[in-house]
């Protein structure tokens, strides 16, 4: 179910968007995995992308409105769309779960915040790849003891069950895999562990490093005040004694 706030683009759409002002994005349809640059979560197929410098976005980021009422995720508040989450601490997404790093509609009053793509799913949703439909489910927030039939996985986080309880159960994370075009193109999203491996370690070489230089640093420091001390003391007590009466 696409929401029906968020406009979509025709087929020839071609627009200026505000966060890329000097460049016009283009509608296209491309079977590859892209970060978007608005909400910095994976996409695939529909995008809007600047064919001069490849800045790209989800077209449901593109079109998003400055704000969403009775969002069945939320239908107390209004939420409102933010370029960036506010805050010093790091904060999540309340549906998937993933970091809120860019775009997301966000409630003033109470801080609820969610992706666009995740504003994009509904309590209940039919999909592609199940005969019944699939219903939200709160209760299961945090278990870790259902196998979510897409990832194969078990691990925490709230989960669509089947409407008519025959057993079947998907992560809201790997929900979205069907709406942001990953599934469509069978794009599976990158893991983190191999996204952050060569990051990690070149962050890490550096800490250490740069930990063995302090210490190298500091142990220098070290012994030359050391030595400039025990040259001083040296200087004292050669004055010292030249200037003591002898026996």
Partial sequence: MELQAIPK??????????????????LMNLPYLFTCMGCKEFGAGKRMKCQICDF??????AFAP???????????????????????????CQICSNSAKGYVFKCTICGFQMHPCCAMMNWEMNLPIHQHPVILSQQMNGDVGILCRICRRKK???????????????HAICAKELINGLYENGIKPPEKSKMMGTSTLKLASHLIFGIIGDLVEGIGEGIGEALIDSIARGRCASMRSKHLPSN
Avoid: W
């Avoid at 683009?9 to 283009?26: D, G, K, M």
């Avoid at 709230?158 to 998907?170: D, E, R, T």
């Fill in 9 to 26: 683009p025709n087929q020839e759409e071609v627009i200026l968007h505000f966060s890329h002002p000097h460049h016009p994005l283009v």
């Fill in 66 to 92: 400055a704000s969403l009422t009775n969002h069945p995720f939320h239908y107390n508040h209004q939420l409102v769309f933010y370029t960036k989450s506010s805050g010093f601490l790091p904060s999540r």
């Fill in 56 to 61: 790209v976005l989800h077209d449901f980021c």
């Fill in 156 to 170: 925490s986080g709230l989960m669509y069950c089947c409407g008519v309880s025959c057993g079947y159960y998907i």
